[in-house]
């Protein structure tokens, strides 16, 4: 891999996300923070001299919304349900060599979405909330393709394609969605995935055109090799029915069939279930384009129940890996367990929880198939959540379960005198999505009507979270275990529950 992708990668795009003590001006350019980030890797280098200078191929593991006590609480899960007491566990990615924390703020905002976080991974700068890997010069919804034009931000992934090396982007969430986005799209909207999406007056090309027509001929490289993820509908015009869901169709208003165009571009496959993923022989895949949802892919607790059947996020990655493997100049490949965040998002923390495993298990899946000689693997998040462990409970104490002390055969009681659970949200119950699959986020500008669910614990807690402020930093690379005992909560809010009754369905 070239060395100017290999040290954007080795400072994890420093100046966005682990700077120096000076402090960044508030109209930093891109310029600005691109001197940061190379200054923050000349400081890292400088603690290991003898590092190698280039990886041959590059995997960056993002756990959206996958904060310090996430990784805590999934860790013990997994060893309860392995059945062990839990704390000594270790998820997979946990065993690498090395650890780190990152801060993390977006150019505009305290804390960031994932937009900026993941512009910030991809470009090496800080841009604003809302907008997809272009500087922060232009404002959040700017409708004019001229101005986003003139303000985009080389990726990594792009710098990869260029230089002739094989990429690849597979998520749970929709491919449009905001961190796959990030990769191989630039747009002043991270809402505008589909054309439907964007008002009538914005130029700016939607994401998912962007996957097809930045690429190949006339383009950047030959095109992603791999694509895998949900968002179908997005890439559909809206006359075709969609082949798994009965009834539905694509929302495209532009007549365009982006799966068809990807097999005529790029001479590549779609598929869009188990059976098709299965067939696929990597060593023949030369470009492979997978939809597996309308909208976001199911959370892994709910994946077997899938009507089509779906791939688990081990499956995609190690797949991946097997096609972008054949390319003897190397490849990037980025990885993303798009729905932690989403389970965060509707109070879930099972759901939250058995997707932070399954990207364990899809760290543990790549690192059995390549050589850690050539090969850097980097595990991280792009922000947090407001995600609590309270009390004292005993060692081996269910993790999704209410506060037990040790000694003690009863819950252990709050200021209210109610028990309460280990796991717990500061912003209440929050904002979910009615619809199976859909995003947490209330739309932005341009977009249409979304149905909203306000979920409650009690009918006396009305404890509400409103848009997308809810996440928390630091957020960690690679892994780091929490040990605290926050005090216990007055109120009994917290939905750390796995009951379709009470949870986001």
Excluded at 158 to 187: D, I, Q
Excluded at 353 to 371: E, G
Aim: charged content about 25%; some cysteine; glycine content about 10%.
């Amino acid at each position: 891999m070239p060395a100017s992708c290999v040290a954007l990668l080795l400072a994890l795009a420093g100046a966005a996300m682990a700077c120096g003590d000076a402090p960044a001006p508030r109209d930093a350019t891109a310029d600005d923070w691109a001197a940061r980030g190379a200054s923050a890797l000349a400081e890292s280098r400088a603690l290991f001299p003898g590092m190698p200078e280039r990886a041959r191929n590059v995997i960056l593991f993002v756990g959206d919304g996958m904060g310090i006590t996430t990784i805590t609480a999934a860790r013990i899960l997994e060893g309860q349900q392995k059945g062990g007491s839990g704390e000594d566990n270790s998820l997979a990615f946990e065993r690498l060599p090395f650890v780190a924390l990152s801060k993390t703020y977006s150019a505009n905002q305290q804390t960031p979405d994932s937009a900026p976080t993941m512009s910030a991974m991809m470009t090496g700068i800080k841009t604003n909330d809302g907008v997809i890997s272009i500087a922060a010069t232009v404002p959040h919804g700017e409708p004019a393709r001229e101005a986003v034009a003139a303000a985009e931000q080389p990726t990594l992934l792009e710098l990869a394609e260029g230089a002739g090396l094989a990429t690849g982007v597979v998520s749970t969430a929709r491919l449009t969605h905001a961190t796959p986005a990030a990769c191989y799209a630039h747009t002043s909207a991270r809402d505008w995935e589909a054309d439907s999406d964007r008002p009538a007056d914005a130029t700016v090309p939607d994401i998912a055109a962007q996957l097809i027509d930045r690429f190949g001929p006339g383009g950047i490289g030959d095109g992603l090799e791999v694509a895998l993820g949900g968002g179908r509908e997005k890439f559909l015009p809206a006359r075709t029915r969609d082949p798994e869901d009965r009834g539905e169709r694509g929302v495209r208003r532009d007549g365009r069939d982006l799966t068809r165009e990807w097999r005529r571009k790029f001479g590549g496959s779609f598929v869009h279930d188990r059976a098709g993923f299965e067939a696929i022989d990597p060593a023949r895949s030369t470009h492979l384009l997978g939809l597996f949802e309308r909208s976001h892919m199911e959370y892994e607790a709910g994946r077997a129940r899938d009507t089509g059947g779906e791939p688990s996020l081990a499956e995609m990655t190690a797949k991946a890996i097997d096609i972008l493997a054949r390319n003897p100049r190397g490849w990037f490949l980025m990885v993303e367990g798009g729905r932690i965040d989403h389970g965060h998002h509707a109070g879930n923390a099972y759901r939250a929880l058995t997707d932070t495993i399954a990207l364990s298990d899809a760290v543990r899946a790549a690192l059995a198939k390549v050589d850690l000689r050539e090969t850097l693997v980097i595990v991280t998040a792009d922000h947090s959540h407001v995600f609590t462990m309270a009390g004292y409970p005993a060692r081996g104490n269910p993790i999704l379960g209410k506060v037990v002390e040790p000694g003690a055969s009863a819950p252990a009681l709050a200021a209210d005198g109610k028990p309460y659970t280990t796991l717990g949200y500061a912003n209440g119950a929050g904002l979910h999505d009615g619809a199976t699959g859909a995003a947490p986020y209330p739309r932005g500008r341009g977009s249409g009507p979304r149905r909203r669910t306000w979920q409650r614990s009690t009918p006396r807690t009305r404890i509400f979270t409103r848009r997308r402020w809810c996440h928390w930093s630091p957020r960690p690379t690679a892994a780091r275990t929490s040990r605290s005992s926050p005090a216990a909560p007055r109120r009994n809010t917290s939905t750390a529950c796995r009951s379709r009754a009470t949870c986001s369905t």
